[in-house]
């Protein structure tokens, strides 16, 4: 099948809308016809390659769209079905197996590795193959993917918005309502109000914390942070201590915090700022981050830990968010800005420019 497609064919190039041949799905895979995709920092990382993706690859791994195929062994999705792709994961290691795909032991591999979980592709360009991306690659108008990544939604909700639930927007929820579960009436800053801050604050509301801080320095991201759920706001430019600023707020320290930015200040901070027995949750993208461990953590007995897609099982998790959004308490649409996938370089930009919390290209 012929697809239009956001093609990357070299380390921190533009994308291309190219004309690829998608095949038909094996025995576990469907096809499906993306109605859209958010865009994603995990994105830019191989487009830049520090994810090392091999190159040409179609990136994009927030799709959702509806079924148009289904191999022969499929028997949970059909087709007509109203879908949002997760993340791959292979069914049969320990942790899988263990009811925590989102640690799964292929995890690299499977999302990175250019291929589908058989070792070959489905996408290829004027006769040459190209990589996949996170077992979708849905900046295309047309999937392939692993029936383990796909998850049946309700069809009275917009697709076009709802491929973000696939990864951002579990991540920030899920770190809250599947990682840190925080007590009714405790306090939580976050750190870094993009769409997976977001998505936690929102979470956070849920659950019913006290107080829920937001931490950024784009006065238009802390205004819409107070819309969806922050009782209090901090611009880091403007607070000389961040770290006692919230110990202020929270009288002593906040009990949990997420640090959805990678900055290793920010990490620092989101341990300093906790009071006695805190606990820390790491979603940013870090790289190496000086601690000193015995003040940080250990004589306050805090913990600090890595969370990925939110410790959320998809196909259980996306319909919860998705009964939240209907119910109006995960308004995730207000973080939303839809472009066309002819824009996608555009949409990335106004990303960066803080013009768009959460972009998503449609087909």
Known sequence: MLSKAGVTHSKGAKYV???????????????VKIAGCGLCHTDEL???????????????HEGAGVVIEVGSSVTGVKPGDHVVLSYASCGHCETCLDGKPYVCRNNAQLQFGGAMSDG???????????????????FAAYAVANERNV?????????????????????????VLNGLKPKFGSSIVIFGTGAVGSA????????????????????????????????????????ADVVEEIKSITNGGANYSIETTGVPALVNQSLHCLRTLGQS???GVSGDVTINVFDAVMMEGR???????????????????VEYYKAGLFPFDKLVKV?????????????????????????
């Open 200 to 239: 936690a604050i929102m979470a956070a509301k849920i659950v019913g914390c006290q107080k829920i801080i937001a931490v950024d320095v784009v006065p238009a991201k802390l205004e819409l942070a107070k819309e969806i759920g922050a009782t209090h706001t901090i611009n880091g430019k403007e607070i």
């Open 339 to 363: 472009y066309d996938l002819e824009d996608i370089n555009q949409a990335f930009d106004d990303t960066h420019k803080g013009l768009a919390l959460k972009a998503v290209v449609k087909m």
């Open 17 to 31: 809308i190219e004309t690829i041949e998608v095949a038909s799905p094996k025995e576990n895979e469907v096809l």
């Open 46 to 60: 191989a487009q830049e390659q520090v994810i090392p993706v091999q190159l040409p690859a179609v990136l994009g």
């Open 281 to 283: 949750a790491i979603v």
């Open 151 to 175: 998850v049946v939604v309700d069809k009275e909700v917009d697709l076009t918005i709802l491929g973000p639930l696939g990864c951002g927007f579990q991540t920030g929820a899920g770190t």
């Open 303 to 321: 913990t600090m830990q890595g969370f990925i897609q939110g410790n959320a099982v998809p196909q259980l998790f996306i319909p919860k968010l």
């Open 120 to 138: 070959t592709k489905r996408l290829s360009l004027n006769g040459k193959e190209v990589s996949n991306f996170f077992g979708q690659s849905s």
